[in-house]
């Protein structure tokens, strides 16, 4: 019995339309995800690791174009879905973690209210419901003392 990929990307292809010309930033890239599999994409700054991955969520930058190629997610053409059902997937099924917290979070803004946030966007709970889970998500990678620092602001996490 075949299962079928839980993230299906194949030859795809990103180009960004400049002033100077049009730049290829991916260009054939094909992979598969299984479900319960860890997959690592690294190389050089400039790679196109970042322009992948935000093909996979369509949150492509302005300028940015997929050109030729098909993102699968559970079987699903992402780039053919509905905003609803983008939404939906967003956040529940897949999702991206920037590497800079200080560029991803709002400064102005306690860390648990921004992570309660996301979490009621994609799920139906009460803010204390999200609340709760926020902590323990915080708990579940690895933050100390999440629960100070539900009510830090992001320049105040540890490094």
């Known amino acids: 019995m075949t299962v079928e990929p839980l993230l299906a990307v194949d030859d795809l292809a990103v180009e960004f339309a400049t002033p100077e010309g049009t730049i290829a930033a991916v260009d054939g890239v094909s992979f598969t995800v299984q479900p319960h599999e860890i997959v690592g994409i690294v190389g050089e700054s400039g790679s196109g690791k970042s322009v992948t991955a935000l093909s996979m969520l369509r949150m492509l930058p302005h300028g940015g174009v997929l050109t030729r190629g098909q993102i699968r997610f559970g079987g699903r053409d992402v780039h053919r879905m509905s905003d609803e059902e983008l939404r939906r997937l967003r956040g529940s099924g897949i999702s991206m973690i920037f590497q800079d917290p200080s560029a991803s979070l709002n400064p102005v803004v306690r860390v648990g209210a921004q992570v309660a946030e996301a979490l009621r966007a994609h799920q139906e709970v009460s803010w ?12 579940q990678v690895g933050i100390p003392d999440p629960e100070e620092r539900m009510r830090e602001y992001p320049f105040q996490l540890p490094p």
Request: no cysteine.
């Open 128 to 139: 204390q419901q999200a609340n709760t889970n926020a902590v323990g998500l915080l708990h």
